[in-house]
């Protein structure tokens, strides 16, 4: 072990406590930091995808009266942005549920369930039946079914669509997408099925699609590559980002904060380390002489008290990433709701981790900056004087 | 005997507003295996002297050569490796590092150098701290010993990279009578046995007087210089 190193670790093994607070307090910044920072990203992600995880992120549509023509030769030829997860062909229909004398208007929604499910999950958003599979099934919004229309799994429903006639259906299941707007509105069926009662051919009126986790927030260059490659202004292309402004300036300015108590919470570890480590050097002056009377040269003895700030910063790193994946544990299993799930689901990110770890290393070798300094100046002179 | 230690036409002064001068154009030189020792009052210059011998201050004019080398020319980095290989310190408080045991405390000036530990120096540390009388604690703390144990683990220190000249700072003012005396006899056998050039910094004349030369310095200047029959 070299010198400056060697004396560095016994002069903290000689001061135990006073070395076990310093590495407490980095410990404790970092925990913070661990903590707020999953907490923020956890908060964050869990905000996105309840937005927008089951819906579609970047649309492509016909203008309304309008259809997309050969959409199956189109999503060909997006295959090739491949930060797409799924591209869902949907046509919908508005029009009436009529049952006697009762009525409801209702979007009918025609998917290739194979692919909608990818994006809405209907299949584990059913609360009863099944998923329509063949040309006269539904499955509605839960509302209907405490609507005038009284419904349940297997009644047969008329449903009315303005040119294009009336057609009876069964009633196969009911989903809750839990937005009551989207609830008491939506039937949804296969695509053939309202491609029928429309009278349309192999035609869609959108192309739904969900993005890669990765690249949730590219959504307004990804849209703007899907328009390059459609080369087709007819279409309207809409991504969720600019659809969501509000969300992400929330989201923004959650960060922000985020980031400034992080800052401040460092500055504050780092002020605390430079005072101690100062308060260190005064200590140790008459041991620091000695060695320079020796023939410690004024290098080696700066080196001493930045192996010292490294060597508090390392153990504070590892202390309080631990303190902070603790805290976090126990956040993640005490602050829960009702349903026993987490209030906030804490994202954690390694990558993160070890960054805040690396953080508090840098700041801590940074503060010990200026009590290195002071060793290095420190006169030998002066110390054996004052012995 | 060559000289291992000359300075001449020393000067010191202080300050720049109201410049003090401490030390007026002192010419000394130190033979090698010599035992000298330098008395002095508080106040005569003798530690700013003393401080120019063990190279921690430079003079305002004069050269110190030591061991054929003008300090003048060195760079800081070059004088601490010089005071590190030629110059043994004994201080008046033992100055050991309270955080490391005996046998480390004597190893610390080879360490100093950066060469690494080898089993002969390892060996001679242990030769050193048995010569002092301390086999049986060299593995004690610093601050677990008496005061005289430590003065000796400051002595065996001062040896182990092989100095020319060993510089004691009143090796023996923080010491008991019978103490004094073992660490005299102590730092008389090694001059003996090593040929090391002692120069002691003391305020008791009793303990100057066994020195084979005495010189006194009085107001910056030296009063007197008497050398005995070797």
Redesign the interface.
Known sequence: M??PL?LAT??L??GKTQTFVIVLGIAVGVSVQVFIGSLITGLQKSLVSKTIGSSSQITISAPAGNYIDGYDAIVGDLQTIDQIKVFSPTLDARGTLISGTETQPTTLRGFDFTKANQIYSFDTKLTEGVLPTTDSEVALGVTYKDSPLSLTTGSTIDLNIPLGGTKTFTVVGFFDMNVSALNSSWGITTLANVQDLLGIGNQVSSIETQIKDAYIFDAPTIAASIETTLNNSTYVVSNWVDNNQELLSGLQGQSISSLMIQVFVMISVVLGIASVLAIIVMQKS??IG???????????ASLVFLYEGLILGILGAILGVLLGLGLSYAFTTFAVGADGTPVVPLFIDPAFIGLSGLIAIAAATLASLIPAGKSKKLS??EV??N? | MPNVMELSKITKVYGSKVPTQVLFDVDLAFESGTFNSIIGQSGSGKSTLLNILRTLDRPTSGTVIINGKNIKDMKSKEVSALRNQSIGFIFQFHYLLPEFTALENVLMPYKISKKPVTKEVFERANYLLDFVGLQKVKNNLAVNMSGGQQQRVAIARSLINNPSIVLADEPTGNLDSDSTEQVYDLLREINRKFKTTFIIITHDRRIAEKADRIIEIKDGRINLDIVKAY
């Open positions: 070299n010198l060697h016994r002069f093994k000689s008459k041991q000695i060695l320079k009377a020796m023939g410690l040269k004024d290098g080696d030998v002179i054996i004087r012995a």
